[in-house]
């Protein structure tokens, strides 16, 4: 998130999470799953956001495979965003279509039903008034649509960040062409030992870092320094 607002997770049981505080009964605050971003049919490895002010709720998410991907929040995750978890989107100007549904043959989430994706409602609860979703409705109804892929890597991803990370002032308001995000996979050779620099706005690889001098085999962890300085 932009802001810290919500946690996103991902799992070796290929999916993506988001957990946000929404205030109990007691008035206590709990964390809650309030969306499953993505659901996959590759192990999920790393995730990073590279949202901003004026386009939050956008994730880059790597798996079991040779390509990343791309996420932008639909219009029913903002709205429960806002309802349960009381996340402001002031200065957000992203156009963004109501949901996204699941492919019948494929791993790429769609915009709509269109091109063989379903939209799998069965059995969802319409006449439920809360702002949380069911347990029953998140792998259906809280999907993001994948609007990217970024591809380069011949192995499997294994790692990835971006430079929001390693952002401690946000007064700066960054564009999304202003953050990078790095990326490395998973490397049975030292040719394979890279990292590659993204422009995600763009869908563009930067450069490519090849560093055989100095790791050989999969690099476990990337980070940016503080204003991307390194």
Known sequence: AFAGEYLLTVSNDQTCRLWAPV?????KEVWLELARPQVHG??????????TQHHRHTIVTGADEKEIRVFDAPLSTVQILEQAANCATNGDKASRV???YIPSLGLSNKASADDGAEADLEGRDKSANSALPLERDLGAVSLWPEVRKLFGHHTEIYCLTSTLEA??????NPNCGDILVASAAKAREAEDACIRLWDVENGRCLQVLEVRQAHLLIISN?????????
């Open 23 to 27: 205030k109990s009964v007691s008035e």
């Open 42 to 51: 590759y192990d999920l490895a790393a995730i990073t956001s590279v949202s």
């Open 98 to 100: 109501d949901r996204a």
């Open 167 to 172: 952002r401690t002032n946000l007064d700066g």
């Open 222 to 230: 990337v980070h940016f320094q503080r204003a991307h300085i390194w």
